[in-house]
């Protein structure tokens, strides 16, 4: 009998706890129990199956797809965006850039330093999705990318950066170059410039890191800048092994670094600062898309990876 009672007992404190929202001190003073045995029978109920918690998850949230790619990439954190029945590229472009923003907003701490990307209409969508934010103290965005180009397509530059550090209450540090010179000699006397230079010391400084993903073609934004290679250059690229890149520097599928003279003409971010950063966040979807951003996650380029529901369940299925 004294089970019977026990489980009668347990029974009913599980029915007041989940069922009628009674907090446990409640329960302990009508029921004349202490805190702890009430406690220990909400515990036993789980135990013998009395009570089974489970989650239910709505339509459109993909945290399994998050947690696979967690896991099988090494990565830092996922998210996931649905996308269902849309394959434009614009289209996938918002919904993963409003995404990305309240991520970021929700995981950016005080006095960071915030390197954004240049030419990234991604990361356009991300800040033009963001809130104001509480002031988080001294933030620094900076471009890590160069944001010098042509007219038209370097305001987009300039508002990325002033725009996002206007939204966190911080201050833009500008990259004032090219991110494509013509060779490494005119890199070098760039990079000798004060302004530019300045700004480049800061790169070791980014705690948080917002890059697009390129596939080897370029985007008609960076395209539109003129930091673009040749479609001969491209086509060395590619005979190289390279299937996109991170803030114009090349890997190929397996994310290693794929190393040519075109290097030397890149003012950017170098891949080894970029996976020193704590959280490097890559914003990217879409079939184009899809090697580069493998090539990007398994080169561990981003620890962080914004995508959408059909890249996720492509490189789950692909890579297992």
């Known amino acids: 009998m004294a089970q019977i009672d026990e489980l009668r007992l347990t029974v009913r404190v599980a029915r007041m706890y ?13 029921l004349g129990l202490s805190q702890p045995t009430v406690s220990r029978l909400l515990q036993q109920a789980k135990d013998q199956g009395i009570i089974r918690i489970s989650v239910n998850v709505p339509q459109g949230i993909y945290t399994d797809l998050e947690e696979e790619l967690v896991r099988l990439y090494r990565l830092r954190d996922a998210i996931v965006v649905d996308c269902s029945g849309e394959s434009d590229e614009r289209f996938i472009e918002r919904q993963i850039g409003a995404a990305a923003a309240y991520y970021l907003e929700s995981a950016l701490r005080p006095n960071e330093v915030v390197g954004i990307s240049s030419w990234s209409s991604t990361l356009l969508a991300l800040v033009d999705a963001m809130h104001p934010a509480p002031r988080k103290g001294d933030v620094r965005v900076v471009q890590i990318l160069g944001g010098v180009g042509s007219p ?3 305001a987009h530059a300039g508002r990325l950066t002033s725009r996002l550090a206007d939204l966190l209450g911080g201050q833009a540090i500008f990259l ?5 010179v013509g060779s490494a000699a005119v890199r070098d006397a760039i990079t000798a410039d004060h302004f530019v230079r300045d700004a480049m010391a800061l790169f070791e400084q980014v705690t948080t890191a917002l890059v697009g993903i390129g596939a080897l073609e370029p985007s008609k934004l960076l395209a539109d800048s003129g930091n673009r290679f040749s479609m001969e250059e491209l086509e060395e690229l590619r005979t190289q092994g390279a299937v996109g890149d991170v803030l ?58 914004v995508t ?6 492509r490189l789950i299925r692909e890579n297992c």
């Open 18 to 30: 989940y069922e009628w929202n009674i907090k446990q001190t409640a329960i302990a003073r009508q």
């Open 152 to 154: 038209s397509a370097e």
């Open 176 to 180: 004032p170059a090219p991110g494509i």
């Open 248 to 305: 114009l520097r090349f890997f190929d599928a397996e994310g290693a670094p794929v190393n040519t003279p075109l290097n030397q003409r890149v003012i950017s971010m170098r891949l080894d600062q970029l996976r020193r950063v704590d959280r490097s966040i890559g914003v990217a979807g879409g079939e184009r898309k899809y090697r580069a951003i493998l090539g990007a996650i398994r080169g561990g380029w981003v620890n962080v990876l």
């Open 308 to 313: 959408d529901h059909l890249t996720a369940q």
